[in-house]
């Protein structure tokens, strides 16, 4: 039973567009919700977070949206480039940063 | 400032063997989680250190254990391998008493078990 789910495996855009990167989430004692980047042969690394008392974050070219009523979040990449091109995850806690679940992740590939 | 480094970056061992992962937190954090991360999936929780006693497991096996040193730095353990233990094994820092605050991995140990 996935608690956390990204349902897109992968995703292509263009450089200079937007990305957008969707996570559902089942449990609603989710309060806090990370974002992750991972490049092949590096561990994942630390883009953004958001807990539930929010539903926006904003980080320099990088936005989570949270609709806790819908139990879904979503990534913005504004403006997307070549280097933005990994793997990236979600993740849930509902302790506040003891055990994170995380989604299987999304490749996004962002094309010159 | 230090970033979580893990040792050794790759290990093959025989199934029925056991293992010794390491690693050493990012300065000023007090907290290490292990995570396994198997091919094609997202990282799945092992458990939790915290003032050198297990502060939360996720379900994995007895056979999994792990220390924590009153430096921070981190071993995981692993007796009796079977062929499914074969993943990339991520160790994690971050500081509890802070809410919120976020974990911070090193780049991993790949485990592969035959």
């Known amino acids: 039973d996935q608690q956390v789910k990204q349902n897109s495996p992968s995703l292509s855009v263009q450089e200079g567009r937007i990305s957008i990167l969707n996570c559902d989430y089942t449990?609603?004692?989710?309060?806090?919700f990370l974002w992750y980047k991972k490049y092949p042969a590096e561990g994942p690394t630390f883009l953004i977070s958001?807990?539930?008392?929010?539903d926006k974050n904003e980080d320099g070219r990088f936005t989570v949206f949270l609709n806790k009523s819908a139990k879904h979040l979503s990534l913005h990449i504004v403006p997307s480039q070549p280097g933005d091109s990994a793997v990236y995850f979600c993740?849930?806690?509902?302790?506040?940063?003891?055990?994170?679940?995380f989604g299987p992740g999304t490749r996004l590939s962002v094309l010159p | 400032e230090t970033g979580v480094t893990q040792s050794p970056t790759h290990l093959i061992k025989t199934r029925g063997q056991q293992v010794t992962l390491r690693c050493s937190s990012q300065?000023?954090?007090?907290?290490v989680s292990w995570y396994q991360q198997a091919l094609g999936q997202g990282p799945q929780f092992i458990f939790q250190?915290?003032?050198?006693?297990?502060?939360g497991r996720g379900n994995f096996p007895p056979r999994f254990s792990g220390l924590q040193f009153p430096n921070y730095s981190s071993e995981l353990n692993v007796n009796a391998l079977e062929l499914d233990d074969s993943a990339l094994y991520l160790c994690?820092?971050?500081?509890?008493?802070?809410?919120?605050?976020?974990?911070?991995f090193g780049n991993g140990t790949r485990l592969t078990v035959t």
């Open positions: 994690a820092s971050s500081r509890t008493g802070t809410r919120g605050s976020p974990l911070h």
């Open positions: 449990n609603s004692m989710f309060d806090y």
């Open positions: 958001i807990s539930s008392i929010k």
């Open positions: 993740a849930a806690s509902a302790d506040y940063g003891q055990n994170f679940v």
């Open positions: 300065s000023g954090h007090n907290t």
């Open positions: 250190y915290y003032r050198e006693e297990e502060n």
